[in-house]
């Protein structure tokens, strides 16, 4: 008999994706925080992600592996050695954060109804633009993410340059990126995932994370 004290090994493969998703989305919320840049494509599939709220399967709750090449070679070596850099210990940070914040949300029926609605509505937003890009797609996720999310504790505090953090068009890609995080940490929550036991696991979540990407174009 599975130990319920102990995340259902049956699931590892979930929340070795789930962990990706979130590491994902820290990357990319600190390439626009620091930079003032991010990967389109990127962005993309992290709304394909927070919109895929039916999924059967978590590759496509994730939107795929084709996204997660960054992300699953730095978990393993998160896991193993920790944070070595500052901007480590930042991705460190978010990734904590996200998943805290995603077991908070699941216990707050009014944050997590808000939420649904804000996807619901971004689902027929982009069957009316055809377009999952659209400025008013990544208003309408950006505000379910500050009113769904934004209202729990702990807040997650961006840091980067404050030119990037205060115009319009990087703060909407952030907190985009930040409700995509969210997304990724409800499935590891789903799946089993708890911070205290994740590195009782971390050996076979970094298994996990080769044999993934092994699966990816050059990693064979």
Not at 43 to 66: P, W, Y
Not at 168 to 194: C, F, H
């Amino acid at each position: 008999m599975i130990n319920p004290l102990l995340p259902d090994p049956r699931r590892l493969s979930d929340r070795c994706l789930a962990l990706a998703g979130m590491l994902r989305a820290a990357l990319e919320v600190q390439e626009v925080a620091r930079r003032g840049r991010s990967d389109n494509h990127l962005l993309l599939l992290s709304i394909q992600s927070i919109l895929a709220i039916d999924a059967r399967d978590s590759v496509t709750a994730v939107a795929g592996l084709e996204g997660l090449q960054r992300p699953l070679q730095a978990l393993c070596p998160l896991l193993h050695r920790g944070p070595g850099q500052a901007d480590e210990a930042e991705i460190l940070r978010y990734t904590l954060s996200l998943a805290k914040l995603s077991g908070r949300l699941l216990r707050n029926q009014k944050a997590l109804g808000r939420v649904q609605r804000g996807i619901e509505q971004a689902r027929r937003q982009v069957d009316h633009f055809g377009e999952l890009l659209h400025p008013s797609v990544l208003a309408g996720l950006a505000d379910t993410y500050a009113e769904g999310i934004g209202t729990l504790s702990p807040r997650i505090i961006v840091s980067g340059e404050s030119r990037f953090l205060t115009r319009d068009e990087d703060t909407t890609r952030i907190r985009t990126l930040l409700l995509g995080g969210i997304r990724a940490g409800v499935l590891w929550r789903q799946s089993g995932g708890k911070i205290w036991t994740t590195l009782l696991e971390r050996q076979k979540l970094c298994e996990c994370s080769r044999d993934y990407l092994r699966q990816l174009p050059g990693h064979g």
